[in-house]
């Protein structure tokens, strides 16, 4: 069973920064891909950002050049840094992670407010 635990979220003002981390736990698989998935009420869901256990990161256009994901493979912990966050950007971010199976965080939310 693969649990996987995001912290990060919160309210900010356009313009403004937050860092959403990701720890799993559990028996995952040594080869995977870990990313972050964002979804409203109001629109389709998007998969925002990912990155492979090798380091290849893929990002959905609208947040190039302004997010980073990262992560750390002894640790199985995925982080997305969000830098200069649109209202647009406000939703449910959760934390993915793909091996055999594909597994999924309790999501955290973020509001882009001023």
């Known amino acids: 069973q693969v649990q996987l635990v995001e912290s990060g979220g919160g309210l900010v003002q356009p313009g403004g920064s937050l860092r959403l981390s990701c720890v799993a736990s559990?028996?995952?698989?040594?080869?995977?891909?870990m990313g972050w998935y964002r979804q409203t009420p109001q629109k389709p869901g998007e998969l925002v950002a990912t990155?492979?256990?090798?380091?290849?990161?893929n990002y959905t256009d609208s947040v190039k050049g302004r997010f980073t994901i990262s992560r750390h493979n002894a640790k199985n912990t995925v982080d997305l840094q969000m830098n200069s966050l649109k209202p647009e950007d406000t939703a449910v971010y959760y934390c993915?992670?793909?091996?055999?199976?594909?597994?999924w965080g309790q999501g955290t939310q973020v509001i882009v407010s001023s």
């Open positions: 559990g028996s995952i698989l040594s080869i995977n891909v």
């Open positions: 993915i992670l793909y091996d055999s199976n594909d597994y």
């Open positions: 990155i492979t256990s090798h380091g290849t990161t």
